[in-house]
């Protein structure tokens, strides 16, 4: 059975920090691309951040220079570090698994950004 776990998410502070992780299971973990979605009320889902399967990455303008995806194979992991935040972040954070026409998501992990 697939899974894909999200946590991390929580209240911080503008220009505060948080990793996000998420561990899956059920897949092969390295074949598989791994992003990071987040979908703010009222607005669509959006990509913030990719993870090749040759752990090459890629950010939304959004992300670039705050944010860092990363990904352990041995642990099956694959985490977002979310720096300077701002409250235009605050969004449910999703990650997912994808190859081919295979596609898998958490459950998503609320982030807050106010003081």
């Known amino acids: 059975q697939v899974q894909l776990v999200e946590s991390g998410g929580g209240l911080v502070q503008p220009g505060g920090s948080l990793r996000l992780s998420c561990v899956a299971s059920?897949?092969?973990?390295?074949?598989?691309?791994m992003n990071w979605y987040r979908q703010a009320p009222g607005k669509e889902r959006e990509l913030v951040a990719v993870?090749?399967?040759?752990?090459?990455?890629g950010y939304t303008e959004s992300a670039k220079g705050r944010f860092t995806i990363s990904r352990d194979n041995a642990k099956n992991t694959v985490y977002l570090e979310m720096n300077s935040l701002k409250p235009d972040d605050t969004a449910v954070y999703y990650c997912?698994?994808?190859?081919?026409?295979?596609?898998?998501w958490g459950q998503g992990t609320q982030v807050t950004v106010s003081s």
């Open positions: 997912s698994a994808r190859r081919r026409i295979s596609i898998y």
């Open positions: 993870s090749y399967v040759d752990t090459t990455t």
């Open positions: 059920g897949f092969t973990f390295s074949d598989y691309v």
